[in-house]
């Protein structure tokens, strides 16, 4: 599997803002779709956002309008920008890429997971 790696994952108050990036590395033949995931504690795992190999975007309703998922392919990086976060925002976030290496190869690569914690 590829590496992926994220990073910006932190300890906020309510209102606050940060920015998670996630890198991917090694080769894309074809992107399927990338987003970002998180899991609190006792609870399973939710879609937060993704963007599809069209740049198509989807929100979860909690995170709609506060979040904003990007998608560098040069760097092969994406991005979610929080905005007005609120406690139940707190979660370990994954990132996830669907790609193809080659054609016919698809799979998931996922982050190893950075901390949010939003709280006063």
């Known amino acids: 599997q590829v590496p992926v790696v994220e990073s910006g994952g932190g300890f906020v108050q309510p209102g606050g803002s940060l920015i998670l990036s996630c890198a991917y590395s090694?080769?894309?033949?074809?992107?399927?779709?990338t987003g970002w995931y998180r899991q609190a504690p006792g609870k399973p795992r939710e879609e937060v956002a993704v963007?599809?190999?069209?740049?198509?975007?989807n929100y979860a309703d909690s995170v709609e309008g506060r979040f904003t998922i990007s998608r560098d392919d040069v760097k092969r990086t994406i991005s979610l920008q929080m905005n007005d976060l609120k406690p139940e925002d707190t979660a370990v976030y994954y990132c996830?890429?669907?790609?193809?290496?080659?054609?016919?190869?698809?799979?998931?690569?996922w982050g190893q997971g950075t901390q949010v914690t939003v709280s006063s």
């Open positions: 996830n890429w669907h790609v193809s290496r080659y054609l016919g190869d698809v799979n998931d690569s």
């Open positions: 090694g080769r894309i033949f074809r992107i399927y779709s």
């Open positions: 963007v599809d190999s069209g740049g198509s975007t």
